[in-house]
């Protein structure tokens, strides 16, 4: 090489260097406006809205039927695969059990690198090496992990940038939801609600790990709320717990949402601590069970509205929150969708936190009636005797969908499923179950199989007389149910539409559906073996469309036949 | 279910760690009166407490474990119980839980014992009469198969002594609806052109249903082809009081209660 082809070279690498460095890949700007970039997954939940609606329209309810199978990509490690991955620009980034992540090809599924965070031996969580997936900014990717850590990572080489500590793995702290990046900071919560942790939602600068706010969902003394954790009686029995918003629990292990216009980031909060025996815990137990509104420079709450005061079913409120403008009554508001844990669907002002409606999606007894402000007249069944919905809910963390295009909100629900609850008294010992509970599942003969809460096996042998699954579309501003997509098991799927009115969504059987998400009639079908418990998404590489499923260990991509 | 090789020879360990004559005389069984009755309730505390988040009270709700079985895919002996406990299974939802010894024995004992701690109010009697009894006079081979013997039209009863309790199991003998699962209902099916399937179900989904029929078949049928689907909730099986006197009850439970599936 002479030495003026030298300098040309180098100076075309220097050029090429150069532009490298500036393109950032995913800038706030991108992210704000996520939902509408068609072609990518930016975000956990589609967009800030957390809508999980796809303006993509290639994929339809008439094509639908010649969707197949384009490349799949398999974990190593057994166990429900909860993750929902990014795309961005042709590459997805995934995680994969205990904390992996995952650089691939998006078009072909082959792998650019692989990251393995080295865990603490100590690792106490609930169900399992849950992880949820990523967040994105820049050339960074931000994963949460089991045992309490932020890490930073890099988008092209797969090695960390930084590392912070959230919280006391040790304790039970974990993080299992995928960060949430506004502006410049990452966001997460953290696990543990089964282990008597003090819950919060913390930010992190996103160039430095710095811990920039934290949120207490479960408030000190002389904070606002504090007095919903009220003092013992003096002669109490059985056991009351005089600190108990200590161990008051209000775990957050789903992905928030955030509204850039309102600068409002919000929250589901989890279950109070300890989950069943609610005695010892008096008093209505902020912010548990709750959906908390953050001001996302300062952590500072807005508002909070509170589900189920002073839980005693574990009716955690850790659901996706679904941001909506809709109109409510002739009026277009800035709303807030929820079909929670406790069976209920609601719809919230989101500026203010105001309740607007309240009403069922699946059988419930635990409460009849809502007063003016929300507040729910709770019905607490006679012992023994059987509470709808269930331990696991109506419905659970799985992601739900709105679709701005049918104005319909679509949820999977777990129907005719209830538990006979029982508490009793457990005091604090840290790192060990702090549950408190005496459950009996609801099932017609003693014995007999009862649905397995977390994960299952290839055979139903529980039945429908355990309880069923269903896909329900119900108008987002009257929650009045369109349609209903019933399953013979239940599921823990997410759900997907598109602009195209296409919904796809799992289950436990292992199906992957294509649903018209106006009628509710199956377009398509396929039998992928194992349970499905993630959220699909769909994107788009070389003007074709694509379509994820995990099935199991497998991730499955799909698209239309050429 | 068959014997597992490993399975006999540690209980024989097990069985001789702890001798008793009970254990002698049938070292195929795990006796319960080896595990002493106030660690098997310390031990059913602690797991209403510490283990009913995943695995349920009935130890059934991790799909493909269940704990009453007193089979476990990870441990055979009770040292193998109390390192899984311990230490957990690297990669699944079992995690390490930081237990002192006597919980640990405790939870060990409960777990041996989970499926006959409610006894009810059963009286037992005697296993061998019980063998004949189900032969002979009660005909039970005609609809429940054991080991290599009997059809294969109503549940297997091998392991049943492992899956249902003692109260349970009377309770079939005299009121069999009331205790029948609900996977074993009767069902017919028919088809679009007109033929009849009778069976029990083994399996179903949103679409499909896998059967075995009164023919002793394997049948797998998609929903959308079916012109009916019904699931009976009576059961084919008859009430055995007029066959059986109290005492012969006592002796057929005895002997369900030995049937373990090893």
């Known amino acids: 090489m002479t030495r003026r082809s030298t300098a040309a070279a180098l100076a075309l690498l220097l050029t090429a260097a150069a532009s490298y460095r500036v393109q950032a890949q995913v800038t706030y700007d991108r992210l704000v406006n996520a939902a509408r970039e068609s072609r990518n997954w930016l975000i956990y939940s589609g967009g800030y809205f957390s809508n999980r609606y796809s303006p993509l329209t290639q994929i339809t309810p008439a094509n639908a039927k010649n969707l197949e199978l384009k490349w799949m990509y398999q974990a190593a490690v057994a166990g429900a695969w909860q993750m929902t991955p990014l795309v961005v620009d042709g590459v997805m980034y995934l995680t994969q059990r205990p904390n992996d992540v995952v650089a691939l090809d998006a078009k072909s599924g082959r792998v650019f690198w692989i990251y393995r965070y080295q865990l603490d031996p100590t690792q106490i969580v609930c169900c399992g090496a849950n992880n949820r997936g990523l967040a994105i900014l820049g050339d960074t990717l931000y994963m949460g992990t089991l045992d309490a850590h932020l890490v930073a990572i890099d988008t092209r080489s797969g090695r960390p940038v930084w590392n912070t500590r959230v919280g006391d793995n040790k304790a039970g702290y974990s ?45 000190g003394p002389d904070e606002a709320g504090f007095d919903t954790w009220k003092a013992c009686p003096p002669d109490a029995k059985p056991y009351c717990d005089s600190e108990a918003w200590k161990h008051g629990g209000g775990s957050v292990w789903v992905t928030g949402s955030y509204d850039p216009a309102l600068n409002q980031t919000y929250w589901g909060v989890g279950n109070a601590g300890p989950d069943w025996n609610a005695d010892q815990r008096p008093g209505d137990n902020l912010y548990t069970d709750s959906v908390v509104a953050l001001d996302a420079d300062t952590g500072r709450l807005k ?28 009026t277009p508001i800035k709303a807030m969708v929820w079909a929670n844990r406790n069976g ?5 002002d ?36 059987p509470t709808w919905p269930g331990n696991q809910g109506g419905t659970n963390w799985y992601s739900p969908s709105f679709s701005p295009h049918t104005g319909l909100f679509y949820v999977s629900a777990w129907e005719n499923y209830a538990t006979i609850f029982g508490g009793t008294p457990v005091e604090y010992q840290e790192g060990r179950n702090f549950g408190g509970g005496q459950n009996r599942p609801l099932v017609p003969v003693p014995g007999a199989p009862s649905l397995p809460g977390l994960r299952r096996g290839p055979i139903n042998n529980w039945t429908e007389a355990a309880a069923s699954g269903a896909v329900l579309a119900l108008d987002a501003a009257t929650g009045e149910q369109k349609w209903r997509y019933p399953m013979t098991d239940v599921t823990d799927s997410g759900i997907l539409t598109t602009a195209a009115d296409v919904l796809f969504t799992g289950g436990r059987e292992g199906y992957f559906h294509a649903i018209d998400a106006k009628s509710g009639s199956l377009l398509w079908k396929t039998n992928l073996g194992a349970q499905i418990v993630s959220g699909p998404i769909t994107y788009e590489v070389d003007g074709k469309q694509y379509v994820t499923a995990i099935s199991g260990l497998s991730l499955c991509v799909f698209g239309l036949r050429e | 279910m068959r014997a597992h090789p490993f399975l ?25 009166g080896d595990y002493s009755p106030a660690d098997i309730a310390y031990g059913s505390r602690i797991y209403d407490a510490q283990c009913t988040t995943c695995h349920g009270a009935n130890g059934d709700a991790v799909g493909g474990v269940n704990l009453r079985s007193g089979t476990f895919r990870n441990a055979i002996t009770d040292l193998d119980l109390a390192r899984v406990i311990t230490n957990g299974i690297q990669g699944t939802g079992m995690q390490a839980f930081k237990f002192d010894p006597s919980e640990v024995t405790g939870v060990v004992a409960y777990l041996r ?72 209902r009767p069902v017919r099916a028919v088809l679009r052109n007109g033929k009849v399937i009778n069976g029990r179900r083994l399996n179903e989904d949103t679409y499909t249903v896998q059967l075995i029929d009164d023919q002793e078949k394997l049948v797998s049928l998609t929903k959308s082809d079916l012109r009916e689907f019904t699931i009976l909730t009576t059961s084919p099986m008859p009430s055995f009081t007029a066959t059986f006197s109290a005492d012969e009850l006592s002796d057929v439970v005895a002997y369900l209660l030995s049937l373990k599936g090893r």
């Open chain 2, 113 to 184: 014992n989970m499926n006959s701690v409610d006894r009810g109010s059963a009286k037992l009697g005697d296993a061998a009469r019980g063998k004949t009894l189900f032969d002979g006079k009660g005909d039970c081979a005609r609809c429940h198969r054991v080991g290599a013997q009997g059809s294969r039209v109503a549940p297997d009863l091998s392991d049943i002594g492992a899956q249902r309790s003692a109260g349970s199991l009377q309770r079939s003998l005299v009121d069999p609806a009331s205790q029948m699962m609900p996977i074993n």
């Open chain 2, 8 to 32: 006999s020879s540690a209980v024989l360990a097990l069985a001789l760690a702890a001798p008793s004559a009970r254990a002698a005389q049938n070292p195929a069984i795990v006796p319960p």
């Open chain 1, 350 to 385: 989101r500026e203010i936190g105001r309740f607007l409606l309240g009403k069922p999606f699946v059988k419930v007894n635990w409460m009849d009636t809502f007063d003016e402000r929300g507040r729910p007249h709770q019905t607490v069944q006679p012992a023994g005797q």
């Open chain 1, 175 to 219: 993080v299992t939801l995928a960060p949430l990046v506004v502006k410049d900071k990452v966001i997460v919560g953290v696990g543990g609600g089964e282990y008597g942790i003090r819950g919060y939602v913390a930010a992190y600068d996103a160039k430095s790990g710095r811990e920039a706010w934290r949120f207490y969902t479960i408030p």
């Open chain 1, 344 to 348: 209920n669907f609601y719809v919230l």
């Open chain 1, 303 to 330: 508002w909070h509205y509170q589900f189920t005061p002073h839980d005693r079913y574990d009716y955690d409120s850790v659901q996706v929150p679904v941001l909506a403008d809709i109109t409510w009554r002739g």
